[in-house]
Nanobody, 125 residues
Framework: QMQLVESGGGLVQAGGSLRLSCAAS????????MGWFRQAPGKEREFVVA????????YYADSVKGQFTISRDNAKSTVYLQMNTLKPEDTGVYYC??????????????????WGQGTQVTVSS
């Protein structure tokens, strides 16, 4: 399994920005599709965005299109999530995950092999 460690969460006012990072180790990072998910209190974990092995393709949930940007640096074994114009409804624990499957099935949590511990994002109104 790959080890994943998220960082960059915190408390921000509505309209602000945060950049999350997820550092990977233990496997060949460049072979994996990487995804970000989030879970709000009392809700199921939901897909946010995913990126293919070389960063050439991405897939965003409709709720974050134009607001969030995913990127990766394979030399650093790190995937990033730039979150802009944050809203209170973006509050939750954000998880990164690694999948050995293609981007086409990245929406489903069951297709991921490894998960990070999560980082809390709180957006105040």
């Amino acid at each position: 399994q790959m080890q994943l460690v998220e960082s960059g969460g915190g408390l921000v006012q509505a309209g602000g920005s945060l950049r999350l990072s997820c550092a990977a180790s233990g496997r060949t990072f460049s072979r994996y599709t990487m995804g970000w998910f989030r879970q709000a209190p009392g809700k199921e974990r939901e897909f946010v965005v995913a990126i293919n092995w070389n960063g050439g393709s991405t897939y965003y949930a409709d709720s974050v299109k134009g607001q969030f940007t995913i990127s990766r640096d394979n030399a650093k074994s790190t995937v990033y999530l730039q979150m802009n114009t944050l809203k209170p409804e973006d509050t939750g624990v954000y998880y990164c995950a690694a999948s050995s499957r293609s981007l086409g099935v990245a929406v489903n949590t069951a297709n991921y092999d490894s998960w990070g511990q999560g980082t809390q994002v709180t957006v105040s109104s």
